[in-house]
């Protein structure tokens, strides 16, 4: 059959995470690869009595549609912690929840996005993000990443040769680099798309895995009505109840509101209420807390066990949060061609190349060290080490 | 702000289904309106057996990422349930997962839909319908629609003269008119598909609620590769669980998949789970005909007030089965007028304008029965009948 597709759809390749799903079957398989939380980190027993208080207290209304914005509670519960913990002051009829803070990309992209449009993210970036703009056929461009966010200097050279409608940003604990901006550059930031107009798309799902200091201040809470806020409950507490929000202006949210309605009406009431009610009557932080320990540890066994078997020549980002390690390897060695060798040795991670724009055979590569234990961290490690000893 | 929005978002307007959420906060509103199930006829107990069993027996691994696919023995209930209700072999793996059978829609436009492109629809068509291939930029043409379906002649006409890329048919109980297409008719659409190449868009979400006889075959079953059959769980279990799906070729379900990738990962694998343990442990031919004794009985209650308290110049559509009762008043008499005057009487409906595309004021109207008591629906009609009685 020869389909008529739209050309959106013969952008978008397989990506890169298909391919890595085949060798997670196998238990054998130390995986560094997918941004998953740690099993152990959810807290199953009290999503359990939250989903049974549900279903006794509220009967049918949690099994019926809902409203597009999201449930109200939840809403308020969110808005009251960007009070408390951050001093930002977003009511809860600017949060729109979404599923998982994918979507809000998605949407996003829907309301502003026409073919031809530029949109700027940092060097690396995302892969799903990329993944998501390309389909609205858009013109991506890059901006340098520096150790203490992004290069400004760039950054204005872009905004003013490129007139990107967009730019999109990882602040804290950025995916792939675990870079975190540092606050004078959040303002700089802030103050320079402000200047020239352009829109901040800022995803923030890593914030409060920090192992030190506490959670950093949004460079949204500088721009109002310029920007969009990404949050998500995906990494702390569940992502299979893909539970995400986007906190936007009221005129961006109108629009924003009428691209969910027409996409998918409301994300689950159900999982919305178990949610809320397990955040209303647990002590989040206490939980957090809990999670930034395990991962805190994880990560110090990942960098003493990268310190003990790689090669000098490897280079290591800094980061004090979120869920990854950067590398970058010897100039020219492909962290693709490491990526089918290590297979073969049982240990998987995500490339460099997906999180470029049109880069092939990168040297740089992702590891996750949040979804294994410290032994399998130690070996996998150690057994990568090996693979590039040989190569150099 | 002056945003830089897309064309998109600028086409489509704030839904009416917006306009009578307003009031339906009020309880003593009587709503014939949404197309909402009646939450008497959800599972409660049983989904609540169901989540504590899912959350004992499988821990953290329901509360993780997902395949974008969505759960596979939910697909595998589905594909089993296709081929021993209707003889038709669909496998699990052409079987996508998606946020209510909307959300397919919304996947669908992505994947097939440019600006200008043609869509044949029925008029009346799903308002959902309408706004979703709207926010696509496309030309949305109509077919007329007779009572045992679409009209062929006018079908063929719309074919020749606007070479669509894609039809969108609600064959069974179709949203808003309640009518069924014949078996006949439906052999007959899918050779003149077949032959003009026009891929089929089949949206079956009311077939299971027949009054009468028994599920019927679905016009996909005769087209193979050039359809697509959307089905859902939100009229027969649980809308707010948002479980829908959609079949499609290989090289179609390949696009589709990433579409979804790009836009929400997966859909919430902790209800897909618990909506598959409830399927699978307990009798859904036996909820189903519970859900039918009800609806049915209704549906009967509705027509008996109609014709004791409408003037005869009132026109109803016939439907054996499904949510919906589609009127016609007399010539002339807008359905928006008759909305805001039953506001007053505390009724609400649905008007027919949403239901075509840039029609205002139309003197049909469509009326669900499913979610109020024998009492309000026949008081409600009471009411209706006296305010047109009183515009005659």
Redesign the interface.
């Known amino acids: 059959?020869d389909?008529?597709?739209?050309?959106?759809?013969t952008l978008?390749q397989?990506?890169f995470?298909t391919e890595i799903?085949k060798y997670l079957q196998d238990k054998e398989v130390i995986s560094f690869s997918?941004g998953?939380?740690n099993?152990?980190t959810?807290p199953?027993t009290e999503?359990?009595v939250s989903?049974?208080k549900v279903?006794?207290n509220e009967?049918?209304?949690?099994?019926?549609?809902?409203?597009t914005n999201g449930d109200l509670d939840l809403r308020r519960f969110i808005s009251e912690r960007y009070h408390v913990r951050q001093s930002i002051e977003i009511p809860a009829d600017q949060i729109l929840i979404?599923?998982?803070s994918?979507?809000a990309l998605?949407y996003i992209g829907?309301?502003?996005?026409?073919p031809g449009?530029t949109i700027l993210i940092e060097e690396p970036s995302y892969l799903?993000a990329i993944?998501?703009f390309?389909?609205y056929e858009v013109d991506i461009q890059t901006v340098k990443l520096e150790e203490d966010g992004i290069d400004l200097i760039d950054l204005e050279a872009k905004i003013i040769h490129h007139n990107p409608?967009l730019i999109y940003l990882i602040p804290s604990f950025q995916n792939p680099s675990g870079i975190s901006y540092s606050q004078d550059k959040r303002k700089a930031v802030a103050k320079m798309l402000d200047k020239h107009n352009v829109?901040l798309i800022e995803d923030d799902p890593y914030n409060e895995l920090y192992y030190k200091g506490s959670v950093q201040q949004p460079i949204s809470s500088y721009l109002k009505?310029?920007s969009l806020l990404l949050g998500s409950f995906?990494k702390t507490?569940?992502?299979?109840?893909?539970v995400g929000w986007v906190c936007a202006?009221i005129?961006?949210y109108?629009?924003l509101f009428?691209?969910k309605?027409?996409?998918?009406?409301?994300?689950?009431?159900?999982?919305q209420r178990?949610l809320v009610n397990y955040l209303i009557d647990n002590d989040y932080d206490e939980h957090l807390n809990a999670l930034r320990t395990r991962y805190a540890l994880q990560h110090q066994i990942m960098l003493d066990a990268i310190a003990r078997y790689f090669p000098k020549e490897v280079k290591v980002y800094p980061s004090s949060g979120g869920m990854f390690v950067w590398l970058e390897l010897p100039e020219g060695m492909s962290s693709v061609k490491l990526f089918y060798e290590a297979v073969k040795d049982k240990v998987v991670f995500v490339p460099g190349d997906p999180f470029y724009v049109n880069k092939k055979h990168a040297n740089s590569l992702r590891l996750s060290f949040a979804n294994e234990t410290a032994e399998r961290i130690t070996e996998g490690i150690r057994r990568l080490g090996n693979l590039i000893q040989q190569s150099i």
Do not use: C, N, W
């Open positions: 059959m389909y008529r597709f739209a050309r959106r759809a978008t397989d990506s995470i799903f997918g998953f939380p099993p152990l959810f199953l999503l359990q989903a049974q279903f006794l009967g049918s209304s949690v099994l019926q549609y809902a409203t979404t599923s998982g994918q979507q998605d829907k309301v502003f996005l026409e449009d799903g993944q998501t390309t389909s409608k829109i009505d310029k995906s507490i569940s992502p299979g109840m893909r202006s005129e961006v109108k629009k009428t691209a309605e027409a996409s998918d009406l409301h994300s689950s009431s159900l999982d178990i």
